[in-house]
């Protein structure tokens, strides 16, 4: 009997070590984009199982929106948000407005699992719309990134993925360990939120990042 159970508890510790080893890591590359102007972000899925269908929330900047169409009050990302090649005809994406500001945004199957092609390269590319007012040095989220199986089976993505969003003549700059100063400049974080004047670590001024102390 002692036998036995050693040989479960030997296999199930042999599961949960393949299953730990299937990681799955979420990219999206930076965004060149112009005030008034769109441009295209484009994410990418590594999975090393089979999966059915997938789930990121979008979260973007002041004076960064996804683009859209508009019919009746209602928008439509039909021609903005676009699955790649990965995916087949039967697949469809969906995009939902979350309470916190972000965007929920799934690949799948509506009418029954079927898998997506390929383990590595792009899911995605989401058509993203700078307004007038738009500086540069902004920074984009993709956060509870995860897949789901034929079995329906969710697996999660580790971690935040973080992207720039800048002017297309904008390079990045040194940091310089320098004290902000009180020429009525707007100050933002690395996040491009409004920074505080108590706030402390990495911040951009007239889009020049400096350590205030």
């Not at 999975?47 to 900047?61: A, E, F, K, R, S």
Request: proline share 3%.
């Amino acid at each position: 009997m002692g036998t036995i159970k050693t040989m479960m508890i030997i296999a199930l510790l042999t599961l949960v070590g393949r299953a730990s080893a299937q990681t799955l890591k979420m990219t999206a590359g930076d965004v060149k984009i112009e005030a008034g102007k769109t441009a295209e972000l484009k994410v990418s899925l590594e999975n090393p199982m089979d999966i059915t269908g997938w789930q990121l929330y979008l979260y973007l900047p002041e004076n960064v929106d996804i683009s859209y169409e508009e019919e009746e009050g209602e928008r439509y990302y039909d021609n903005t948000v676009i699955l790649s090649s990965r995916h087949l005809r039967s697949h469809t994406c969906t995009v939902t407005a979350t309470a916190d500001g972000g965007y929920l945004i799934m690949g799948y199957n509506p009418s029954k699992p079927t898998n997506i092609k390929e383990h590595s390269g792009e899911i995605v590319t989401i058509v993203l719309q700078a307004t007038d007012a738009f500086s540069g040095h902004q920074t984009g989220t993709i956060k509870k990134g995860a897949v789901s199986d034929i079995n329906s089976v969710q697996t999660n993505v580790e971690g935040d993925v973080t992207f720039r969003i800048a002017l297309p003549d904008e390079t990045p700059t040194g940091i310089s360990g320098i004290s902000a100063d009180a020429d009525g400049q707007p100050v933002y974080t690395v996040n491009g939120q409004r920074a505080k004047k108590s706030e402390k670590g990495i911040l951009i001024k007239k889009g020049q990042k400096y350590i205030a102390k």
